[in-house]
């Protein structure tokens, strides 16, 4: 069996490529069809894990959620993690495999493109139907050379193409015209269709320009699909969290609970933080300055893939003095990842893995250390909390589902003039095996609160715990209604909402060509 096969590419980064796979995994999941999405290579900080315990992109782990499916490494073989300007980790079928510097780009497809077809082969071996994303433009000439994502894909799988723009960034006739322009004949010849995205207002505005813009590439529209904000589906890139100032839904009043997330220069995995958006007693806010940061509730310092390196920035920036301050005089601190890691006395990286600052000092919240090593941690886990005071009060013995992704050990550290380290997260099942290991410390008061457990805030008990402790601390009155979101349920919302706006008999036959 091979599968039928559609791909979506963009005229841009941010055009909405990721969620209109998401959509489209979810409609052909509803007709009864086994559907796997597909991404040779993603350029993000924002990963996740696959049951085997392997790291993939958070999209293509959201899109096979919208699928049904479980995520495999095939869906997204390559991934780059930007570690500096010009250089990223390179993780080839969820391991990392060195780094990969920018000069290294248009010789890469030597390299990688067997790993990638291998993957789209399987995949199209086991499933019903593959959709498949491009990433940024096809159209960036300078980089054609060594493509293994956009239209090499393409034409290795002769699959039809739908290029996706968005109006609500302005210039999206000119963005449309021009990449099928600077495409060759091969490749033109595989766009089957235009869609326009987040469009606001009357369609009846846009038909002269529908027109035009079918005539001068003969590509025919396959939809307009409006601007929404009441949908949740997680995003790919860390550029949105980084834009965002507050959670749209919060309430902005005396009772909100206002929490800070400190955007770092690397910041990673930075869903984490969305379950708190949408709380609505809830004010969350990005802070990229330290100016930005006021006098929260509660600080997040979140994860990221250069500790050392944002640790030094942060320092830089006045963004530090200001956790630190706060954290004196009593405002509650959660370090995730390398957050927990920036949180304690010191970092050494003897083997120059993430940065070359050799040995740097923490921000002396924890007393912990962590030591950077070879060995990856990439792992489903089962965790509980063993220490419920402070943030996590009432919360002792309660388990919830995470994942792990990180260098470097830390361990507790004795006899020193930094706070102290209490156990109070452990691991008790990892990839599926037992395990029985410490991942979370909190002071001794429970308020500074520190763990390598991504995905922690996405257990409503544990989540609603934290904001009922912190709302007690600081004399905030409310309760919260019962639990109504449902990751599928907005699945379901966005597949309707596409239907509605996209063709999906012309989609179909495309496909069927």
Request: net charge negative; hydrophobic share 40%.
């Given at each position: 069996?091979?599968?039928k096969?559609?791909m979506?590419?963009?005229?841009?980064s941010?055009?909405?490529?990721?969620?209109?796979?998401s959509?489209?995994?979810?409609?052909?999941?509803q007709?009864?069809?086994r559907?796997?999405?597909?991404?040779a290579?993603?350029?993000?900080?924002?990963?996740?894990?696959?049951?085997?315990?392997?790291?993939?992109?958070?999209?293509?782990?959201?899109?096979?959620?919208?699928?049904?499916?479980?995520p495999?490494?095939?869906?997204?073989?390559?991934l780059?993690?930007p570690?500096?300007?010009?250089?990223?980790?390179l993780?080839?079928?969820?391991?990392?495999?060195?780094t990969?510097?920018?000069?290294?780009?248009?010789?890469r497809?030597?390299?990688l493109?067997?790993?990638v077809t291998?993957?789209l082969d399987?995949?199209?071996?086991?499933?019903d139907?593959?959709?498949v994303?491009?990433a940024?433009?096809?159209?960036?000439?300078?980089?054609?050379?060594?493509?293994?994502?956009?239209?090499?894909?393409?034409l290795?799988?002769?699959?039809?193409?739908?290029?996706?723009?968005?109006?609500?960034?302005g210039?999206v006739?000119?963005?449309?015209?021009?990449t099928?322009?600077?495409l060759d004949?091969?490749?033109?010849?595989?766009?089957?269709?235009?869609?326009?995205n987040?469009?606001?207002?009357?369609?009846?505005?846009?038909?002269?320009?529908?027109?035009?813009?079918?005539?001068?590439?003969?590509?025919p529209?396959?939809?307009?699909?409006?601007?929404?904000?009441?949908?949740?589906?997680?995003?790919?890139?860390?550029?949105?969290?980084?834009?965002?100032?507050s959670?749209?839904?919060?309430r902005?009043?005396?009772?909100?609970l206002?929490i800070?997330?400190?955007?770092?220069?690397?910041?990673?995995?930075?869903?984490?933080?969305?379950?708190l958006?949408r709380?609505?007693s809830?004010?969350?806010?990005?802070?990229?300055e330290?100016?930005?940061?006021?006098?929260?509730?509660?600080?997040i310092?979140?994860?990221?893939?250069?500790?050392?390196n944002d640790l030094a920035?942060?320092?830089?920036?006045?963004?530090?003095?200001?956790?630190t301050?706060?954290?004196?005089?009593?405002t509650?601190?959660?370090?995730?990842?390398?957050?927990l890691q920036?949180?304690?006395?010191t970092?050494?990286?003897?083997m120059?893995?993430?940065?070359?600052?050799?040995?740097?000092?923490?921000?002396?919240q924890?007393?912990?250390?962590?030591?950077?090593?070879?060995?990856?941690?990439?792992?489903?886990?089962?965790?509980?909390?063993?220490?419920?005071?402070g943030?996590?009060?009432?919360?002792?013995?309660?388990?919830?589902?995470?994942?792990?992704?990180?260098?470097?050990?830390?361990?507790?550290?004795?006899?020193?003039?930094?706070r102290?380290?209490?156990?109070?997260i452990?691991?008790?099942?990892?990839?599926?095996?037992?395990?029985?290991?410490?991942?979370?410390?909190?002071?001794?008061?429970?308020?500074?609160?520190?763990?390598?457990?991504?995905?922690?805030f996405a257990?409503?008990?544990?989540?609603?715990?934290?904001?009922?402790?912190l709302?007690?601390?600081?004399?905030?009155?409310?309760?919260?209604?019962?639990?109504?979101f449902?990751?599928?349920?907005?699945?379901?919302?966005?597949?309707?909402?596409?239907?509605?706006?996209l063709?999906?008999?012309?989609?179909?036959?495309?496909?069927s060509?």
């Amino acid at each position: 069996m091979t599968a039928k096969i559609i791909m979506v590419q963009g005229t841009g980064s941010s055009v909405g490529k990721s969620v209109l796979v998401s959509a489209l995994c979810r409609i052909f999941a509803q007709d009864g069809l086994r559907v796997a999405p597909f991404k040779a290579q993603n350029m993000s900080l924002n990963a996740g894990v696959t049951p085997d315990g392997l790291e993939i992109g958070r999209a293509q782990l959201v899109q096979a959620e919208a699928a049904g499916v479980a995520p495999t490494v095939d869906m997204n073989p390559i991934l780059l993690k930007p570690e500096a300007d010009y250089r990223a980790q390179l993780v080839v079928m969820g391991r990392p495999d060195g780094t990969l510097d920018s000069k290294e780009y248009p010789t890469r497809k030597a390299r990688l493109w067997g790993v990638v077809t291998g993957a789209l082969d399987r995949l199209r071996a086991e499933y019903d139907v593959v959709v498949v994303e491009g990433a940024g433009s096809p159209a960036e000439v300078n980089l054609r050379q060594g493509d293994i994502v956009n239209m090499e894909v393409a034409l290795h799988a002769r699959s039809p193409v739908l290029l996706i723009g968005d109006i609500d960034k302005g210039g999206v006739f000119a963005s449309l015209y021009e990449t099928v322009a600077l495409l060759d004949n091969r490749e033109r010849a595989l766009v089957q269709g235009f869609v326009i995205n987040k469009f606001r207002g009357d369609i009846a505005l846009l038909e002269p320009g529908l027109r035009q813009i079918e005539g001068l590439t003969a590509v025919p529209l396959v939809g307009v699909l409006p601007y929404f904000h009441d949908i949740y589906v997680p995003e790919e890139d860390a550029a949105i969290a980084a834009q965002a100032t507050s959670s749209p839904s919060a309430r902005q009043d005396a009772e909100s609970l206002k929490i800070v997330v400190v955007v770092l220069p690397h910041i990673a995995n930075f869903d984490d933080f969305d379950p708190l958006a949408r709380e609505d007693s809830v004010q969350l806010k990005y802070a990229r300055e330290a100016g930005q940061i006021g006098e929260p509730d509660l600080i997040i310092v979140p994860g990221t893939k250069t500790t050392a390196n944002d640790l030094a920035y942060i320092r830089e920036t006045g963004i530090a003095e200001a956790i630190t301050k706060l954290a004196a005089s009593g405002t509650a601190l959660i370090g995730v990842c390398g957050g927990l890691q920036m949180l304690g006395a010191t970092i050494a990286d003897p083997m120059s893995l993430e940065s070359n600052l050799g040995v740097v000092q923490g921000l002396e919240q924890l007393a912990i250390e962590t030591s950077f090593g070879e060995e990856k941690q990439t792992n489903r886990v089962v965790a509980e909390v063993t220490h419920g005071r402070g943030l996590l009060e009432g919360a002792d013995g309660i388990r919830f589902d995470a994942y792990e992704i990180h260098m470097g050990e830390t361990h507790p550290l004795t006899g020193t003039g930094v706070r102290g380290a209490v156990p109070s997260i452990s691991v008790k099942t990892r990839s599926g095996a037992p395990a029985d290991e410490v991942v979370g410390y909190s002071s001794e008061d429970g308020w500074i609160l520190g763990s390598y457990t991504h995905g922690m805030f996405a257990s409503t008990r544990i989540r609603r715990l934290i904001l009922t402790n912190l709302a007690q601390r600081v004399g905030r009155s409310w309760r919260f209604e019962d639990e109504s979101f449902s990751q599928e349920g907005e699945f379901d919302k966005l597949a309707a909402l596409v239907r509605t706006n996209l063709d999906m008999d012309a989609i179909r036959a495309m496909m069927s060509r």
